[in-house]
């Protein structure tokens, strides 16, 4: 199995625009998908593919990946976007998924 | 309206087994893959186990295999998980997860509220 890697947290004041990353060797091969999770919530999906987003995704988020690395970036981001994401992908074997760690973003 | 709800969640003793059940509707539920994903108290998400959308390819994550089972019934729109050998570390909330392709694509697009197993004594 391979491992997804995110910083465990990031802060953005509000109406800036704030980056999260995901590392691991899976996205060399997977596009990232990104999820937002708030306190007692379901995780939702807000990214996936190259750059896709579900309905009712506000177009601040984007998603982008260079090499190893995935990224999600809020451009202008709210306040109610502070949350939890998670990335995560099919694994290198191509059989099984894997989640990142998770970060902690905080909009000041 | 996709919903998903799990059910079957529960305080169970070291060692014995509990089966996870999944209600599907508001989609055609043989057209997609499926998970069960789950999240300790104040820790991350941890994929579970993944089945196509006809049982032809499943998967686990190497923390369970051996121990859990997933199956899915299309003319029943549910999803199971049956979780056999529980351990204290499988303690968490279950969530299951609609995938997006009709294989393990990593693309969870719905998910249901989740239910809690505690394994303690």
């Known amino acids: 199995s391979s491992e997804l890697t995110q910083d465990p947290a990031v802060s953005v004041a509000l109406g800036q625009t704030v980056r999260i990353t995901c590392q691991g060797d899976?996205?060399?091969?997977?596009?990232a998908s990104w999820y937002q999770q708030k306190p007692g919530q379901a995780p939702v999906l807000v990214i996936y593919?190259?750059?896709n987003r579900p309905s009712g995704i506000p177009d601040r988020f984007s998603g982008s990946r260079s090499g190893n690395t995935a990224s999600l970036t809020i451009t202008g981001a709210q306040a109610e976007d502070e949350a939890d994401y998670y990335c995560?992908?099919?694994?290198?074997?191509?059989?099984?998924?894997?989640f990142g760690g998770g970060t902690k973003l905080t909009v000041l | 309206e996709v919903q998903l709800v799990e059910s079957g969640g529960g305080l169970v003793q070291p060692g014995r087994s509990l089966r996870l059940s999944c209600a599907a509707s508001?989609?055609?539920?043989?057209?997609?893959?499926m998970h069960w994903v789950r999240q300790a108290p104040g820790m991350g998400l941890e994929w579970v186990s993944g089945?196509?959308?006809?049982?032809?390819?499943?998967g686990y994550a190497d923390s369970v295999k051996g121990r859990f089972t997933i199956s899915r019934d299309n003319a029943k729109n549910s999803l199971y998980l049956q979780m056999n050998s529980l351990r204290a570390e499988d303690t968490a909330f279950y969530y299951c997860?609609?995938?997006?392709?009709?294989?393990?694509?990593?693309?969870?697009?719905?998910w249901g509220q989740g239910t809690l197993v505690t394994v303690s004594s």
């Open positions: 995560n992908s099919r694994d290198s074997s191509g059989n099984h998924v894997v």
């Open positions: 593919g190259k750059n």
């Open positions: 899976s996205l060399r091969s997977y596009y």
């Open positions: 508001g989609f055609t539920f043989d057209d997609y893959a």
């Open positions: 089945i196509s959308w006809n049982s032809g390819s499943i």
């Open positions: 997860a609609k995938d997006m392709g009709i294989t393990a694509s990593g693309n969870f697009d719905y």
